[in-house]
Structures are given as structure tokens and as C-alpha cells.
Nanobody, 120 residues
Framework: QVQLVESGGGLVQPGGSLRLSCAAS????????MSWYRQAPGKERELVAA????????NYADSVKGRFTISRDNAKNTVYLQMNSLKPEDTAVYYC?????????????WGQGTQVTVSS
């Protein structure tokens, strides 16, 4: 059974930090690219950060570059999102995504989400 379980969300003041974790099970984690998405109330889900299966390459939304860092530990089947200098506009539900695709097929899994609220 495939599972992606996010943790680490919560309430933080502007300028503060949080570290999100996403623990994966039920599939070969090291073969999947991993991403963090977020969705704020009334807005579409957007890509925040992504990392390749080996961790050798990452990319970020412009809005979080220089503040957020995505990383992964394939030995622990876990992907992380370190969020620094948080702003109120970072408030959203954050989702973990695992994806593996080749021509003709794709496997795509989602976690249940964790709430991040940035407020004073």
C-alpha cells in the first residue's frame, strides 16, 4: 500500500522557520522524483520545489528561491522541505508528491497534506 505521510506543519510567526518531512512507503522511493506543492484557500495548487530521484538536481518556484530547500534521504525514504524566512503568503496546505514516468506510463502519488500558517 502506497503511503506518503507529511509532518512538521504548524503555526509560525513571520520570519520564522519550519521543516516539513514526508515519509514514503509502499514503493521504491529511490526511483521517484519528489516534489512539494502547496494550495492556499481559493487558489490553485502550485509547485513549490522538486528534486530528482538521486537528489542531484532541484528546482524551486521563484517565490521561494533562496528561502526554501528541498532535500531527500533515500536510506530513510523521506523527503524534506526546509522553510526559512517565512512570510504570510506562504500560508497553505503543503502536499508531498512522488512521480515516476516513462513513455506510455506514469505513477503519481500524493500525501494528505500538512497545514502551514504564517501569522503574528
Amino acid at each position: 500500500q502506497v503511503q506518503l505521510v507529511e509532518s512538521g506543519g504548524g503555526l509560525v510567526q513571520p520570519g520564522g522557520s519550519l521543516r516539513l518531512s514526508c515519509a514514503a512507503s509502499g514503493f521504491t522511493f529511490s526511483r521517484y522524483a519528489m516534489s512539494w506543492y502547496r494550495q492556499a484557500p481559493g487558489k490553485e495548487r502550485e509547485l513549490v520545489a522538486a528534486i530528482t530521484s538521486t537528489g542531484g538536481s532541484t528546482n524551486y518556484a521563484d517565490s521561494v528561491k533562496g528561502r526554501f530547500t528541498i532535500s531527500r534521504d533515500n536510506a530513510k525514504n523521506t523527503v524534506y522541505l526546509q522553510m526559512n524566512s517565512l512570510k504570510p503568503e506562504d500560508t497553505a496546505v503543503y502536499y508531498c508528491n512522488a512521480i515516476r514516468q516513462k513513455i506510455g506510463w506514469k505513477y503519481d502519488y500524493w500525501g494528505q497534506g500538512t497545514q502551514v500558517t504564517v501569522s503574528s
